[in-house]
């Protein structure tokens, strides 16, 4: 079984400055892992994701996320925030695998970004 | 863009009342999912569905749970007996490969 750590569950930011949502996770297996947006009143959104290669991927948006492997740690960073980044953001994993692919989700983090 | 849609967006339903929630995936998907979100937790798996048969379960989707994908094109969760603690927001999501999950708008289920 997975589960996934979401350390803080509100960050208030100012705009324009950087930001780092943090995930760790615990699993037996190898794992995928997943950030997805969920903004006010709307479903959830992939964000970016890391399945194999580079532990370091991006957004088209200007998020990315590094696997780190030996923390278990899928950290979301932004470099400079905007008004428009507020939103809940999820973290997630599913085992390789595993037939279904279940996702395992973090308990969230809601991002404030203040003007 | 394709998306997952998922109607209605909000159903009211008495407690012990039968509920079906409806989904069209993506089309060209595979893999075929429901998620709920119980106001302020964690968002939490279901059901998933491969090849016109469940291929994974959690310990929430007891016998008062079924899913069904009738035409080729819809997806749906029907809740037998509802109850309170059914009220939640409701997603499906569908897959290509099994990896990435694109999800719908979510429909909230409100028992009365």
């Known amino acids: 079984a997975q589960s996934v750590t979401q350390l803080d569950s509100q960050v208030p930011v100012f705009e324009e400055a950087p930001v780092e949502l943090r995930c760790n996770y615990s699993?037996?297996?190898?794992?995928?892992l997943f950030w997805y947006v969920q903004y006010p009143n709307q479903g959830l959104q992939l964000l970016l994701k890391y399945l194999s290669g580079s532990t370091l991927v991006e957004s088209i948006n200007g998020f990315e996320a590094e696997f780190n492997k030996s923390q278990t740690s899928f950290h979301l960073r932004k470099p400079s925030v905007h008004i428009s980044d507020t939103a809940e953001y999820f973290c997630a994993v599913s085992a390789i695998n595993n037939a279904g692919n279940m996702l395992t989700f973090g308990g969230g983090t809601r991002l404030m970004v203040k003007p | 863009e394709p998306e997952v849609t998922q109607t209605p967006s909000h159903q009211v339903t008495q407690m012990g009342q039968e509920v079906i929630l409806r989904c069209v995936p993506i089309?060209?998907?595979?893999?075929f999912y429901w998620y709920r979100q119980i106001l302020g937790q964690k968002v939490e798996f279901l059901v998933s569905f491969y090849n016109n048969e469940i291929s994974e379960k959690s310990e929430i989707f007891d016998d008062q749970f079924s899913v069904e994908r009738p035409d080729g094109s819809n997806f749906t969760l029907k809740i037998r007996s509802t109850k309170l603690e059914d009220s939640a927001m409701y997603f499906c999501?569908?897959?290509?490969?099994?990896?990435?999950?694109?999800f719908g708008q979510g429909t909230r289920l409100t028992v009365v």
């Open positions: 999501a569908s897959s290509a490969t099994g990896r990435s999950a694109f």
């Open positions: 089309s060209n998907h595979l893999y």
């Open positions: 699993s037996s297996v190898s794992v995928y």
